[in-house]
Structures are given as C-alpha cells and as structure tokens.
C-alpha cells in the first residue's frame, strides 16, 4: 500500500507561469513532509519542508502548502524556469528527523519555452 | 566538503554473486540512510545509522542485505547472492540530527545478470 501518492506521473507547464504539485498521504501519524528535486543521474535534492504545525512554507520561489484534514500538500513553483525541468518527489516522516522517509512515485515536471 | 559521496557509480555483476557498496557522509553528519530506488518508484528506505549504530531497518531490508557503519563514518552495503530483483539504484543519505533534510549522494547503479 502506498502511503504516499503523487498521482501525477508528468506535468508540462510554459515557463514563467505557476507549476503547482501535489501529493497526498494517508498515514495520519506522518508529522514532517518534504520535497525533493531529482534530475538525470543524480541523487535526489533537498527542496523544502513542512511541519505539521504549520499550513504553508515559502523558500523563493518556491512555497508548499499543507492540509493536514485533506492529507494534502502542494508545491507551488513560480515563476517556473526551464532549470525547474526535473522529477519532484514529496516524502513524509513521523517525526522531524527520526527516521527514513517514505516517498511518493514522484511528478516529471517539464517546464516549455 | 563535496557532499556525499558513493562508490561505485555502477556495477554489474552476475546473479548469485557478492557486491559490496561504500558510502561516504559529509563530514559532521552522524545519520547515515540507505534508499533503495527502481525504475518509476520513488526511493524506498532500506535503513538508517546514528553514528555507528544502526537504529532502524525496514522489511525490505532480507537477510541477503548488510549494513555497517564500523567508525561512524563511512558506510557500507553488502548483498550477498544477488538475484535479478536487486537490480535498482542504491541511494545514501546523511543528514545532521534532528534535521530531516537528508543530503543524497548520486547513488549507485546495480544490474544483476
């Protein structure tokens, strides 16, 4: 069973506009989410993070929000760049730095000229 | 510091066969994660240390698949008699307590033939 879905497997955008993600979950003890950019043959990269206390995060250009009723989090990208072409990955933990993540299957985000 | 590092980037080797990776950390970091990705999925968490001990291993985790992590630094994965299902990318991560922003390495590339 999956605990963490993205049921998005690809998402095209035109750059400059908003890219919007979203994943959802539903173990209700998971308390920390994450994302995690991913390109061609590298490891995965730490993006931004939430805590269930809190019901958005703003990094830049990049901010997430969280539902924790809904067990709904979005990533929203904007303005999207072509660098911003990658594979996003939301992942879930049961408390802040305690243990392994879970991951999503991930969203191929691609951002058109 | 260039982040964490992980040899080699690729094997090959033939079913039935022992293969040993080696992860190394960023310096400082005294948690040290294994993941396990495959084509299409998200990183699935093998297990975790805390400085050399190893805290949590996931059931995914058969007892063909070793992890030490004898001086708190540098980590390794052995599996032994490897079978094609252990064809996957093998991903480390460190990260500093209590953060949950793990760090990943560029992985290693496993095929079994």
């Known amino acids: 069973d999956q605990q963490v879905k993205q049921n998005s497997p690809s998402l095209s955008v035109q750059e400059g506009r908003i890219s919007i993600l979203n994943c959802d979950y539903t173990n209700s003890m998971f308390d920390y989410f994450l994302w995690y950019k991913k390109y061609p043959a590298e490891g995965p990269t730490f993006l931004i993070s939430?805590?269930?206390?809190?019901d958005k995060n703003e990094d830049g250009r990049f901010t997430v929000f969280l539902n924790k009723s809904a067990k709904h989090l979005s990533l929203h990208i904007v303005p999207s760049q072509p660098g911003d072409s990658a594979v996003y990955f939301c992942?879930?933990?049961?408390?802040?730095?305690?243990?392994?993540?879970?991951f999503g299957k991930g969203t191929h985000l691609i951002i058109q000229p | 510091d260039t982040g964490v590092s992980q040899n080699p980037r690729h094997k090959i080797t033939k079913r039935g066969q022992n293969v040993t990776f080696r992860c190394d950390p960023i310096?400082?970091?005294?948690?040290l994660y294994w993941y396990r990705q495959t084509l299409g999925q998200g990183p699935e968490f093998l297990t975790y240390?805390?400085?050399?001990?190893?805290?949590?291993k996931s059931r995914l985790l058969s007892d063909r698949f070793s992890a030490e992590r004898p001086k708190g630094s540098f980590s390794t994965l052995e599996i032994q008699r490897t079978e094609q299902g252990d064809s996957a990318m093998y991903l480390c991560?460190?990260?500093?307590?209590?953060?949950?922003?793990?760090?990943f390495g560029q992985g290693t590339r496993l095929t079994v033939v």
């Open positions: 240390f805390q400085n050399e001990a190893q805290l949590e």
């Open positions: 992942a879930a933990s049961y408390v802040e730095g305690a243990d392994g993540l879970t």
């Open positions: 310096s400082e970091h005294n948690r």
């Open positions: 939430i805590s269930s206390i809190k």
């Open positions: 991560a460190s990260s500093l307590q209590p953060s949950s922003s793990a760090f």
